[in-house]
C-alpha cells in the first residue's frame, strides 16, 4: 500500500496502424488486430495526501488548462467522464486523499487511441493504491470495461491491449472481449528502420469513434461477423504481421493501403476529403503504404510508410504541413503500460 506524501506517476503509448480494425469489435465477434504502440505517451500523475473530513480529488488536464474537483464519497460522470469512471471503479482508500494531473502531447480525437491510454494510465496509477496489482491484460480489460459498460459507448478492444502492452502487437480475438496478445519480437535493425520510415499525420479535427461505429454497425446488418469486407482485414491483419517478422515493409505498406480499402468498403463516410488529400500527395513521393488509423471519419490521423528515402520524407512532411496537415513526432515504443513512485 502506498503511504501519504508520495508521488505515483504512470505513462502509456498511445497506437497507431491498426490493421484489421473493426475486427475487435462485438458485432465482429472475432478477430485479428496489428498495431504498433508510439509516443507520445500519455502521463499520469498522482499526489498523495492524508484526507481529511471535506478532502475532494482534483483533477488537473494541464493540456487543457482545466482544473477541478470531485467529491470521493459521490463521483458523477459530468465533467470528463472516462476520467471520472475510471477513479469510481478502482477501489480507493477511504484513508487517502490525492490530486491527479494528466498530460499529453497527442492531440485530442486523433483516432490514436489516447482515451484509451488515458485510461490505462490513471487505471494503473491507481492501481498501487489498491491491494493486489492488475496485469497488463487486467488494465486493459478494465479500460475497455469503462468505455463499454460504465460510459455505455461503441469501443473495440485494441486500443487498451497496445496501450497496456506496448510494442507491436498481434491480437487474436477469439470471442468478443477475450483475446490473446502476441508482442511482434523484430531485431533492432527492422525496429529502427521502421521508425524512421513511419509518419504520423492529423487532419486538424478531432472524430467520434462511437458516432461513426453506430453507422458501420447499421450497414453490416445482423450477420457482420460473416461479412466479407471484416474477412478482409482479418487476413489483412496476418499479412502485417508477416511482412514484419520477415522485415518486408514492401508488403507491410500494401496491407496498409488494402486496409484503407477496405474502410472505405465499409463506409464511404469512413476515409474523408482531406484523408484522401494527404494519401494523394503521399502517391507522389512514392510511399509504400497509407492506413487511416481508427474509425477513420472526419477527423482523427493517418499512418505513413514512406520508401526509406529520408530527405524525401522530410520533403513529404514539409508539404503536408504548408497544406494545413500537422505531422506529430513519434517513436516506437518498447514498452507499454509503466507505473513507478517518485524519489525523494
Known amino acids: 500500500m502506498i503511504k501519504p506524501d508520495k508521488i505515483i506517476n504512470a505513462a502509456a503509448p498511445i497506437r497507431i496502424c491498426d490493421i484489421g480494425g473493426w475486427t475487435d469489435t462485438w458485432f465482429a465477434g472475432y478477430g485479428a488486430i496489428f498495431n504498433i504502440a508510439v509516443y507520445p505517451y500519455v502521463e499520469v500523475q498522482i ?4 484526507r481529511i473530513s471535506d478532502s475532494k480529488i482534483t483533477i488537473n488536464l494541464e493540456n487543457f488548462g482545466d482544473r477541478y474537483t470531485l467529491n470521493p464519497d459521490e463521483i458523477t460522470y459530468n465533467k470528463h467522464p472516462l476520467i471520472e469512471a475510471a477513479i469510481d471503479i478502482m477501489e480507493i482508500p477511504q484513508s487517502l486523499a490525492f490530486a491527479i494531473n494528466i498530460f499529453s502531447t497527442a ?3 486523433a483516432s490514436t487511441g489516447t482515451s484509451a491510454a488515458v485510461s490505462v494510465a490513471l487505471i494503473g496509477a491507481l492501481d498501487t493504491l489498491t491491494k493486489g496489482r492488475l496485469s497488463p491484460h487486467e488494465v486493459a480489460e478494465l479500460a475497455h470495461k469503462i468505455e463499454t459498460e460504465k460510459l455505455k459507448l461503441q469501443c473495440g478492444i485494441q486500443d487498451q491491449i497496445c496501450s497496456a502492452y506496448g510494442g507491436i502487437n498481434f491480437i487474436k480475438m477469439h470471442d468478443f472481449p477475450f483475446a490473446s496478445v502476441s508482442p511482434i519480437h523484430i531485431p533492432n535493425s527492422v525496429w529502427w528502420e521502421l521508425e524512421k520510415r513511419l509518419a504520423l499525420i492529423y487532419i486538424g479535427t478531432p472524430h467520434s469513434s462511437s458516432e461513426i461505429h ?8 445482423d450477420h457482420a461477423e460473416s461479412d466479407s469486407r471484416l474477412e478482409k482485414l482479418r487476413q489483412l491483419a496476418v499479412q502485417a504481421k508477416n511482412a514484419l517478422f520477415e522485415g518486408d515493409f514492401k508488403q507491410l505498406g500494401q496491407a496498409m493501403n488494402r486496409n484503407t480499402d477496405v474502410q472505405r468498403e465499409l463506409h464511404p463516410e469512413l476515409v474523408c476529403a482531406k484523408f484522401e488529400e494527404i494519401i494523394a500527395i503521399a502517391k507522389e513521393f512514392n510511399v509504400l503504404g497509407c ?3 481508427g474509425a477513420g471519419g472526419d477527423g482523427g490521423s493517418l499512418t505513413i510508410l514512406t520508401d526509406g528515402d529520408a530527405a524525401k520524407k522530410r520533403r513529404l512532411l514539409s508539404l503536408l504541413q504548408e497544406k494545413g496537415f500537422e505531422s506529430i513526432n513519434i517513436y516506437l515504443s518498447r514498452f507499454g503500460l509503466r507505473v513507478w513512485h517518485s524519489m525523494q
Open 47 to 50: 499526489k498523495i495526501s492524508e
Open 107 to 109: 492531440p485530442p480525437g
Open 214 to 221: 453506430h453507422k458501420v454497425i447499421a450497414d453490416l446488418g
Open 291 to 293: 492506413k487511416v488509423n
